[in-house]
């Protein structure tokens, strides 16, 4: 069973649990699970309400009979507590192993994020923001449902963070607030959807730990829908939406999602080409080809492709626009199935050779290495194709 966070609202907390609950948590065992952290002067408010139409679970907790939300401003209702504290109390607490790694994992996020906003040493952080009891039970409780849900992948679209500003224990920040910002290095995101913040520090923290990868298009199936109401209202609901569901099977082969850079070149000496493929591949690239192309006037030209990872797309983009003639690349997303692959090392008539084997269900490749054929045939004055050919034959002999 696979989770998918759809975050086209954002995520916080509070919109976690409940949407975690409506999927099929039950709420009894997460309050008795919560209550081994042995923290008081709090309650667990679960409804059923609305937004835009969409109906789903709303997830309150009570603070000395008063609803907080993550980002209360007032500190004076807080108590303050260092990443320290806070993990002691889980760490003492009978909570199972799996919610005490992931809990602490989450707060240390945060704890990183906000020693590096405000140069202090992880330990002596105090979290200003995310500190109180209701945010202790929206991070241990994230690791509670998980732990009963028990999926075997966690996946996650791009974030919404919102736009405009918000009230932060240091005064008014833009949205994404600072900390936010921090946690969500290296994970997609998008921004000004709805005009509030839509993503809190905690929400992001509780995705940044969770979610084993973040993605926009994928095949799955759909099992189930659980909806978290949460406390804003605008044009679009303002809900977080998780599914149950499986991966489709397609087939045996790795199916990756990557990135697709190009570009057409017409005004540029053909000798860089050999250089530039040469770093891009070096800076990650996963393929770069050449394909002639006729561009207007008649004019003879290059397509340059290169197929990368999403992380990739920046250093590799900013190599083509300052290595070739080219005033801009387009970038698209492209989904690809590939062999698993493996390095061999078999002994031939000339000795051990590098040979890739490539597999997908009932299909099986082998590959003897360019670089080790090209050697032999140097040192045994052979030509190229016949080494090329005779190990081949060597190779399935051995694998048949």
């Known amino acids: 069973m696979i989770l998918f966070y759809d975050c086209f609202a954002g995520i916080s907390g509070d919109m976690n649990l409940a949407a975690l609950i409506d999927l099929g948590v039950d709420s009894k065992y997460l309050i008795n699970e919560l209550k ?51 993990k002691q109390i889980i760490e003492k607490s009978d909570l199972s192993d799996f919610v005490k790694l992931k809990s602490i994992a989450i707060f240390q996020k945060l704890a990183e994020a906000e020693g590096k906003i405000h140069n202090q040493p992880v330990e002596q952080v105090h979290f200003h923001e995310v500190g109180a009891v209701d945010s202790i039970v929206d991070i241990v409780g994230a690791a509670i449902c998980i732990d009963f849900l028990k999926p075997s992948k966690i996946l996650a679209s791009r974030i919404e963070l919102g736009s405009g500003m918000v009230k932060c224990a240091h005064g008014l920040f833009p949205v994404p607030a600072p900390a936010t910002s921090e946690v969500l290095k290296g994970i997609p995101v998008k921004i000004g959807t709805v005009s509030f913040e839509a993503t809190t520090p905690t929400g992001a923290a509780i995705l940044a730990v969770m979610a084993d990868s973040f993605i926009e298009k994928k095949n799955l199936n759909i099992e189930k829908s659980g909806y978290g109401i949460g406390h804003k209202d605008s044009e679009i609901p303002n809900v977080l939406r998780i599914y149950q ?31 530039l493929i040469e770093r891009l591949f070096s800076l990650g690239a996963l393929d770069v080809t050449l394909t002639p192309i006729v561009m207007k006037k008649s004019r003879p030209a290059i397509t340059l492709s290169i197929i990368c990872k999403n992380e990739q797309i920046q250093i590799l983009t900013k190599t083509v626009l300052s290595e070739t003639t080219s005033l801009g690349v387009r970038v698209f997303e492209a ?12 002994e031939t008539s000339w000795g051990k050779i590098k040979v890739k084997k490539a597999w997908a269900g009932d299909i099986v490749k082998y590959k003897p290495e360019y670089n080790d054929c090209s050697r032999i045939a140097k040192e045994q004055n052979l030509p190229l194709v016949f080494v090329m050919a005779k190990i081949q034959k060597e190779v399935n002999q051995k694998f048949s």
């Open 36 to 86: 081994k952290l042995k923290i008081d002067g709090y309650q667990i408010q679960v409804s059923k309400d609305s937004r835009r139409g969409i109906y789903g679970t709303r997830v309150d907790v009570l603070i000395n009979e008063k609803p907080q939300s993550v980002l209360m401003v007032n500190t004076q209702n807080y108590t303050h507590r260092s990443f320290g504290e806070i």
């Open 245 to 275: 569901c499986t991966e489709e099977h397609v087939s045996d082969f790795i199916q990756e999602q990557v990135m697709v850079i190009e570009c057409n070149i017409d005004d540029m000496n053909p000798e860089v080409y050999d250089f």
């Open 335 to 346: 989904n690809r199935f590939i062999l698993h692959r493996e390095m061999l090392e078999v």
